[in-house]
């Protein structure tokens, strides 16, 4: 088969196309012919060499596919030949195949494309677990993601108010802001213009030191952890997915101690198999319902072949997109 190979650390030009030996799957697995594999901001990072694959799963990048299903484990009962289906992976998607642990898989959405259902399960695993699982967004709170436009913004902006959330987002250009305000957010703020925390505040009840908002999904890290933490209001929760803003940075503790904050960090790619079966089983509960009735939609800004996963990288990191790149074997 034919899969992208990073073929030393470094820019997209690393990128390339060879051919490499089918994947061989376990008795739980499940093996994908892939339909349409998406971008994330972690496969950059990989080329890069700053995240390297878990131990044992696939080299090659891709950390979601959809696809049709085409031999199944001796263990695996749900799933059969020929099933359309999307899955969340270690790795391997940017491949024409690719083994998976059977529990990661999901059927595609009634109404969505097999070519589009790639756009949905990394970002819904990682907005359901954090937002969701850990951090308990509930109805009649406020939501706050930075990077609204991207992928995960634009599905946290969806599902956020699908699930009653007052939804806010902070993006860098008119274009994206009225974007993430046609998918639902609330209160869209500049970040390049406007100060966050004061329109967080101004928005939240004023300039009271509780004002603020219940929960955030931050990818930058350290540059906003302190404006965080002060977007933050009573029994605040902020969730971490990120470091594009750098990992070290000093705290005032004593913020986290007047609001009764919580701070977490998680990623999906090194959780074990069990542990993203738990996620996927909860995202096929509660955000396929959502996406079957129409009210979150898949937002994909442009696919490629797979071929040109050197131009998909470089748009990807010239953060012109909105929403999901896809590649296409």
Known sequence: MKAIVITTP?????????????PQIKDDDVLIRTAATAL???????????????????????????????????NVSRWKIGDQVCAILSGGGYAEKVAVPAGQVLP???GISLKDAASFPEVASTVWSTVFMMSRLSKGETFLVHGGSSGIGTLAIQIAKYNGARVFITAGSEEKLAFCKNVGADVCINYKTEDFVARVKEETGGQGSMAGVDVILDCMGASY????????????????????????????????FAKRLTV?????????????????????????????????????????????????????????????????P
């Open 10 to 22: 470094g820019g997209p030009e690393v990128l390339q196309l060879q051919e490499v030996d089918d």
């Open 40 to 74: 994330n901001r972690a496969d950059t990072v990989q080329r890069k060499g700053s995240y390297p694959p878990p131990k044992g799963a696939s080299p090659y990048p891709g950390l979601e596919c959809s696809g049709i299903v085409e031999a199944v484990g001796k």
């Open 108 to 110: 595609v959405p009634p």
């Open 225 to 256: 952890y302190k404006k965080n933490l002060e977007s933050l209001g009573l029994d605040g929760r902020l969730f971490i997915i990120g470091f594009q803003g750098g990992t070290s940075t000093e705290a005032d503790l004593r913020t986290l």
């Open 264 to 328: 977490q960090a998680a990623g999906l790619r090194s959780r074990s198999p069990e542990n993203k079966a738990v996620i996927v089983s909860e995202v096929e509960k509660n955000v396929w319902p959502a996406i079957t009735a129409g009210k979150v939609k898949p937002v994909v800004y442009k696919s490629f072949p797979l071929s040109e996963a050197v131009e998909a990288h470089r748009l990807m990191e010239s953060s012109k997109h909105i929403g999901k790149i896809l590649l296409i």
